[in-house]
Structure formats: C-alpha cells, structure tokens
C-alpha cells in the first residue's frame, strides 16, 4: 500500500481496522505468490562441491561409456554406485572429491553434473 493510498483511505473516513485488514490482505497475497514459485536449482559440475549424500543420488548425472559397443549415456547415481560394486576404494575416494571418473570391465563412468 502506497502512502497516498493510506492518506485517501483516512481523508475518505476509513477506520483503522480497515486500513490494517488492507494490508494484512495484501502481504498474504505476496506471501501466497512467493511461496508459488520454485527456488532456482543449484548446478554443481565438479564433484569436490557437491555434498557426500548427493552424490550417489538420483540428483547426480554419470556419462556412461560402454566399450564394448562404444554407446555413450547418463546414467544417475544410484546406477554409478551399483556399477562400483565391491569397489570399496573407489567410493571413498569419489565421497572425498579425489576422484570423479572410475572404470569397470566393460564400461567407463564419469561425474558429469549434479542439480538439486
């Protein structure tokens, strides 16, 4: 509310409680627009950023090589860590940030990108 608005409410003979149930009305209807929108997303790109619990999470992008057919694709971090298996120094060392890439037999897997 502006203050010439308020000025004109009060020299047309408005009450108070009709001045404030104004901008009561008026704050809640910038509160219901606010909480409406949705926070912009936080892109990470380097592994040493992101949080450890986001890592190997389905928020996480892998680019996923196979060799033996030479086809590229993403994959999400629940799939890169079951692709790890019993490599148990691996996931320490991609939990740490020291490492963002790992092989298996047949495949080679990348950290790409995190969005949450």
């Known amino acids: 509310m502006k203050n010439t608005d308020a000025e004109q409410m009060l020299l047309n003979n408005a009450s108070l409680d009709e001045l404030i149930k104004m ?3 008026k704050e809640f209807l910038n ?3 606010k909480s409406k929108e949705n926070p912009p997303k936080k892109v990470y790109t380097e592994i040493k950023t992101l949080p450890k ?3 190997f ?3 996480s ?3 996923y090589y196979n060799r033996d057919t030479g086809c590229e694709t993403f994959i999400n971090g629940v799939q890169a860590e079951a692709l790890i298996g019993i490599q148990e120094q691996v996931r320490e060392k991609m939990l740490k940030g020291d490492l963002s890439a790992f092989t298996t037999d047949n495949a ?3 950290f790409e990108k995190a969005e949450f």
């Open 23 to 25: 901008r009561i009305e």
């Open 31 to 33: 509160d219901m627009k």
């Open 61 to 63: 992008v892998y680019k």
């Open 53 to 55: 619990d986001k890592i």
């Open 108 to 110: 080679y897997i990348k």
């Open 57 to 59: 999470s389905k928020h």
